[in-house]
C-alpha cells in the first residue's frame, strides 16, 4: 500500500512539474499566444503599407498627373513658362523681412 501511495505521489509530482514547467507547459503557451499577438500585430500594419503601396503603383500606372505631381514635389521640376519662387528666411530669426527672390527657367 506504502509502495502504490508513493507511485502516485510521484506520478502527480511528474504530472506537475510537466504542467507548469516542462515543454508543451502553460506558461509556454502563454509565451507563445503573445508572440502570435504581436506578429499578428506587425503584419497587419504591413498589410497597411503594402496597400499604400499599391495604391502608388496603380496612381503611377495610371497616368501622367501623379508622376508630374510626384515630380514637382520631391524633385522640385517645373514647367516650361512657369515661375518659381523660393522663400528664404532671414537668419536673424525675425520672420516678417523673409524676401522672395524669383528665378526664371529657360
Not at 37 to 44: D, I, L, P
Not at 72 to 100: M, N, P, T, W
Request: cysteine-free; charged content about 30%.
Amino acid at each position: 500500500m506504502r509502495w502504490l501511495l508513493a507511485g502516485l505521489v510521484a506520478l502527480l509530482l511528474v504530472l506537475q512539474y510537466r504542467l507548469w514547467i516542462a515543454e508543451g507547459s502553460l506558461a509556454e503557451k502563454h509565451r507563445l499566444e503573445q508572440q502570435v499577438r504581436e506578429q499578428g500585430e506587425v503584419n497587419a500594419s504591413l498589410r497597411e503599407r503594402n496597400a499604400v503601396l499599391e495604391r502608388e503603383v496603380l496612381e503611377l500606372q495610371s497616368g501622367n498627373e501623379s508622376v508630374e505631381q510626384r515630380a514637382r514635389e520631391q524633385l522640385g521640376l517645373i514647367r516650361e513658362g512657369e515661375v518659381f519662387y523660393q522663400f528664404v528666411e532671414d537668419g536673424k530669426g525675425s520672420g516678417a523681412g523673409a524676401s522672395a527672390k524669383p528665378e526664371r527657367t529657360p
